[in-house]
């Protein structure tokens, strides 16, 4: 529970003016029960185990804030997947269910939780080669929005280095179908990229650590 100190000056019946507090106790979002259902599919802190559920612990949390913004409005790709483990297990849901099902405070309470943790990279079978084609592409074409490899969360871009390759893959097809909106900037850049080139960036990304 949160306390919220409140200054406020009443008239008291005789008329004199006191300056006093008020302490209210707010009904906050209980972090830990919050974060263990997320726990279910993203892993402890977001450090996901999962290839096709990204790690979203050390992520910034203006990110966190604008994934969960879209998800409301249904303008990304809500596909349906399983708790994976926890009492749920099992059962489906999609991220636009639980973005539903959580109020805005609530959603800033994770959004600071997980930009607080850090980011877990994972190890990942990766091409050399494709892995150094992927670096000079990122150098020319993505760097300046993901910066340090795509490592940064100062640009609240998401990270890319480190994370799961198979999510990364599904996220270029979600782009380049339009089913996922990109920014502006990032748009004529993906128009540049073939499969081969989708390909070494993700090999890049994922020999990251």
Not at 28 to 49: F, N, V
Request: hydrophobic content about 35%.
């Amino acid at each position: 529970m949160k306390k919220i100190v409140i200054r406020l000056t009443s008239t008291v019946a005789l008329g004199a003016m006191l300056s006093g507090l008020v302490v209210f106790e707010t009904s906050a979002a209980d972090i830990g029960e919050l974060t263990r259902a997320c726990a279910d599919c993203h892993g402890k802190d977001g450090a996901s185990t999962e290839s096709d559920i990204p790690i979203i612990g050390g992520i910034s949390e203006q990110y966190v804030l604008d994934s969960m913004a879209v998800y409301k409005e249904k303008e990304r790709p809500c596909a349906e997947t399983e708790y994976r483990t926890g009492e749920n297990k099992g059962s489906k849901t999609d991220m636009c269910k639980i973005a539903d099902d959580l109020s805005d405070e609530e959603i800033e309470e994770l959004a600071k939780f997980f930009a607080g943790k850090e980011f877990v990279t994972v190890k990942q079978t990766t091409d050399p080669e494709k892995a150094a084609l992927g670096a000079k592409l990122h150098e020319t074409g993505c760097e300046k929005c993901h910066e340090d490899g795509g490592r940064s969360t100062e640009d609240d871009a998401g990270i890319l280095a480190g994370q799961w390759m198979p999510y990364l893959e599904q996220s270029f097809k979600d782009f380049i179908s339009g089913d996922r909106a990109q920014p502006k900037k990032m748009k004529p850049k993906m128009e540049k990229l073939d499969a081969t080139d989708i390909e070494n960036l993700i090999h890049y990304y994922g020999s990251l650590q």
